[in-house]
């Protein structure tokens, strides 16, 4: 019996020991599973999320109305939409305005889209549109040249709003690209005080703030959310002390894209591992020719003048070439420009315009007679002596024409009197720069009381007629004929223009078209893997 017990309390001994394996099986199967199914998940996750991270320096104000940040600047455009937008050639295009209008001189319609909204899901109206143009009135802007010239906004119904100008203006349509915030986000609000993100009407919002980083999401309520696919799913911007700061973050990956205009980035974060894409400045500098003075009255004599003039040169020697040489005011992308800016330069025509001309050289000055007057090609050549780039390319002018016989005295006076021969327009020529608005209108150089003196009533009349031209293929023609009377007569020397970079990683794919106006053109299509 003993023996028959034991065989018992044996048997039930292995049962409780199988019972208590498969106990544990069945638990480390679940975890297994449990695991394998969070992998899945976390690997879906990454396979459809995709984060972009962005680094800037200087951080002031997310307020687009408020910043001075050239980078917030640029992404403002996927988080506040203007009335109009510009595109990659810089072309003007609707954005939250479904049409606008010249209804005579002074007078714009602009009619807004059905259904705008804000990220909150309230709509966005005329009074938005009005309550934004009387920010800007307030001159505390970067955008606040843009309202400079109007008079009055009047709220035609809940969409439209007419806009009266204080004096007719050439491609004003190019001067509502401005964000429009809410008006009444900001009703209790001192407007310039506020921290508050101004709610969104573009492709992202703004999910959360702090002092180092901002981070923004789709924002569903975009006009073209139900369209359009967004593939980056979350930006992060992230602040950096110097840009210095930013180039190391990016090295190391922590970043994926910086706007820079140091052309010599390469130096800090290396090539392998990165993409770039540059373009082209806005900050023109040129030599403004006096027209009416003496010698330099001769298109010839200006001509002559552009083919001594080696601008490649001037690029490799004062900035490394790290600047782009410039043919034309609006050469920097503008649609209405196509050619390829470059330098005109050859001694060989310059010469020889000036001898098919009449123009002889003879005992080292090239001079002309003609009714018993000689004239001799020599004249001043006016620079700020407080720009020590300026007076670097100044002497290689003087060396350059002084080459072919062309007698320059160079006039390195003070910032104030150089201001003054400026404003004066006391000078035969003058080494100045501007920098270009995003509207193609040339009036500076070409229309009345221009700083060259110059005078064509062709170029007149066309100007005058651009005003009322919106068809592009027409406003191609007009441009084409000024930048041929421009290269036969040469009023302005076009130099060279600043040039601008952004540094990526090649984890981030799409196309990448910067310019000026935006760094984000057709950022839908980006995508960070």
């Known amino acids: 019996m003993k023996s028959k017990s034991n065989i018992i309390k044996y048997f039930f001994i292995i049962f409780a020991i199988g019972i208590i394996i498969f106990a544990i099986y069945k638990i480390n199967s679940k975890k297994e599973n449990n695991i394998n199914n969070e992998t899945a998940e976390t690997q879906t996750m990454q396979e459809t999320e995709s984060i972009l991270n962005i680094g800037i320096s200087d951080f002031d104000n997310i307020n687009p109305l408020i910043t001075k940040n050239k980078d917030i600047i640029s992404l403002s455009t996927i988080l506040y939409d203007p009335l109009l937008k510009l595109t990659e050639n810089y072309e003007i295009e609707n954005c939250l305005a479904e049409e606008w209008s010249k209804t005579d001189k002074t007078t714009y319609l602009v009619k807004l ?41 009047e709220i035609i119904d809940g969409n ?76 992060i911007i992230t602040f950096f002390d110097t840009m210095g700061d930013a180039y190391n973050s990016l090295k190391i990956g922590n970043i994926d894209l910086v706007c820079t205009s140091n052309t010599n980035v390469e130096k800090y974060v290396g090539t392998i591992g990165f993409g770039t894409k540059e373009y082209k400045g806005r900050e023109l500098d040129f030599i403004s020719i006096n027209c009416e003075e003496g010698v330099l009255a001769h298109k010839e004599v200006r001509q002559a003048i552009n083919y001594a003039i080696d601008k490649n040169k001037i ?38 315009v000036l001898e098919d001309a009449g123009w002889e050289y ?80 040339l009036t500076y150089f070409f229309g009345e009381d221009n700083i060259a003196n110059y005078e064509n009533e062709e170029i007149k009349g066309i100007l005058n007629d651009v005003k009322n031209i919106s068809d592009k293929n027409l406003l191609a023609e007009k441009y084409n004929r000024i930048i041929e009377i421009y290269e036969d007569e040469m009023p302005y020397i076009c130099l060279y223009r600043n040039r601008e970079k952004v540094v990526y990683s090649i984890r ?21 893997q």
């Open 315 to 352: 690029n490799s020697s004062v900035f490394s070439n790290n600047y782009y040489v410039s043919s034309f005011p609006i050469d920097y992308g503008n649609y209405l420009y196509s050619k390829e800016s470059k330098s005109s330069y050859s001694q060989e025509k310059a010469k020889e």
């Open 160 to 235: 439209t709003v007419r806009i009266k100008l204080k004096k007719e203006e050439a491609f004003f349509e190019y001067n509502l690209i401005f964000p429009i915030v809410s008006s009444s986000q900001f009703k209790n609000e001192d407007f310039y005080k506020s921290r508050l993100a101004p709610k969104a009407t573009g492709m992202y919002k703004v999910t959360a703030a702090t002092g180092e980083y901002i981070e923004l999401e789709q924002n569903k309520n975009w006009r073209d959310s139900n369209n359009v696919e967004r593939k980056i799913t979350k930006v």
């Open 508 to 528: 981030l794919t799409g196309e990448i078209t910067p310019n000026n106006y935006s760094v984000y053109h057709n950022f839908e299509n980006w995508y960070r």
């Open 362 to 441: 003879k005992y080292g000055y090239w001079r002309k007679t003609e009714d018993y007057v000689t004239e001799y090609l020599e004249f001043n050549l006016v620079v700020d002596s407080s720009n020590e780039i300026r007076v670097k390319v100044a002497e290689l002018i003087e060396e350059q024409l002084e080459d072919i016989g062309i007698n320059v005295y160079l006039y390195r006076v003070s910032n104030s009197g150089y201001k003054s021969y400026l404003e004066d327009k006391d000078y035969d020529m003058i080494i100045t720069g501007v920098n270009n608005g995003y509207s193609p209108d």
């Open 113 to 153: 889209k059905d259904g705008l909204k804000w990220e909150d899901g309230s709509s966005v109206t005329g009074e938005d549109v009005k309550y934004t143009i009387e920010r800007l009135q307030e001159g505390k802007s970067v955008y606040s040249d843009n309202a400079e010239n109007i008079k009055s906004v």
